[in-house]
């Protein structure tokens, strides 16, 4: 017998259809309800932490929201305030900064003016420095150094009127040569209202034998004995040659007896040398004891090395007690001279003759001055006045 045919064709799908249908719709009922699950739990996470997307917190919210403007209005004026005070620190710090700058500007000002005059001040003492030392170079004692400035001072002041001096001295002289000329000796007696016999200048200083002196005064103990009024005590004491020198700025001595009237007067003197130590040295002749009556005073002018000059001058007591040096007071000149190409010397020794109205000067043994005054001087004291440093080794008066 023979196989029937096939029911199912070859190559034919032989699966249940049914089968595969139902598990495509379990398949989407399951993703459904995922779906679902997933929604729900978003919902609610939603509506427990933010619900104010769904409009469940606005109330809330603009409660919050509200606290949070006013906190956040006090924050910003907090805020400016903080800002105001410190715009107002950083404007009160800028001043300060300008202040400080301000004074370190004044302080530098100051400090580099303090500089200046420092530096001007070092260049003084180095100039006040320079000027001792030449000082000291140039004088022989420390007695020398001190009188340097009070007698560049009165020598400047005798220069500041020598050419007026000088003027007068040559008017003087020449007045003297013209009547000479003229008159011989014995015709200038008879104007003058006398005959006197009086030798020649050089006879008339050199009297031989000498008269025996009314004192002669070496002064081996200093200014003792009550003979002598003078500066000051201070002014004068023994040097360690044991030679009375003068210590003060005016130094004078003066007899105490006052009625000298002819008479000559002998002094031995050390007079300031060395290169710049100018001085003036007086003879104090017929000083009244009225201090307003004018007496005499021989001045002797020496530049350090050698006599420069000698002139005769009305002086008063008045004008000798004063603290101002007599070279500085612009005596009355009678007549003054000029010495050229004088010998230096150690020591000089000066002779002065008063007679009636004349008054010859002799330094060294020379003749250097000889004047004819218009009347006699009154009678009065004798002595010296000398700046500082000057030794003075004797004074002699004789008849």
Do not use: C
Not at 19 to 39: H, P, S
Not at 137 to 165: C, E, H, K, P
Not at 229 to 251: C, Y
Not at 338 to 360: C, D, G, H, L
């Amino acid at each position: 017998m023979s196989r029937p045919a096939s029911l199912i064709p070859h190559n034919e799908d032989t699966k249940p259809r049914g089968v595969e249908r139902k598990r495509g719709a379990a398949l989407m009922l399951w993703l459904t309800l995922i779906l679902l699950t997933f929604t729900l739990v978003t919902v609610v996470v939603i509506v427990m932490t933010r619900p104010e997307i769904i409009g469940l917190g606005l109330i809330y919210d603009l409660t919050q929201t509200q606290v949070g403007f006013q906190g956040t209005a006090d924050s910003l004026e907090s805020l400016g305030s903080s800002l105001n005070q410190t715009a107002v620190a950083q404007a009160a710090a800028a001043a300060t900064n300008a202040q400080q700058a301000f004074n370190n500007e004044v302080t530098s000002a100051a400090n580099n003016s303090t500089l200046a005059a420092l530096d001007n001040r070092q260049n003084s003492l180095n100039a006040a420095s320079t000027q001792v030392i030449l000082d000291v170079n140039a004088s022989q004692t420390s007695v020398a150094i001190a009188n340097a400035q009070q007698a560049t001072r009165g020598a400047l002041d005798f220069q500041a009127t020598q050419n007026a001096f000088i003027q007068e001295a040559t008017r003087s002289q020449l007045q003297f040569q013209g009547t000479q000329a003229v008159l011989n000796q014995n015709a200038t007696s008879i104007a003058l209202g006398f005959i006197t016999a009086t030798p020649p200048p050089v006879d008339f200083l050199s009297a031989t034998p000498p008269p025996p002196p009314l004192f002669d005064e070496r002064f081996t103990q200093g200014l003792v004995g009550g003979f002598w009024t003078f500066s000051s005590i201070e002014d004068w004491g023994l040097n360690d040659a044991g030679i009375l020198a003068s210590r003060g700025v005016t130094n004078w001595l003066l007899t105490q007896q006052s009625d000298f009237t002819a008479y000559i007067v002998d002094a031995r003197i050390g007079v300031l040398q060395g290169a710049g130590l100018i001085s003036a040295n007086y003879v104090l002749l017929n000083i009244p004891a009225d201090e307003t009556a004018q007496g005499l005073a021989l001045e002797l002018y020496y530049d350090g090395q050698q006599l420069r000059a000698v002139g005769l001058y009305r002086v008063t007591r008045a004008e000798i007690l004063s603290e101002i040096y007599l070279a500085s007071q612009g005596l009355n000149a009678i007549q003054a001279v000029q010495i050229e190409n004088s010998i230096p010397a150690t020591e000089t020794n000066i002779r002065v003759e008063v007679r009636n109205a004349r008054v010859v000067a002799a330094v060294n043994g020379e003749i250097v001055l000889d004047v004819m005054l218009d009347s006699a001087p009154p009678p009065g004291s004798v002595g010296l006045y000398v700046p500082v440093g000057t030794q003075v080794r004797q004074i002699s008066v004789l008849p």
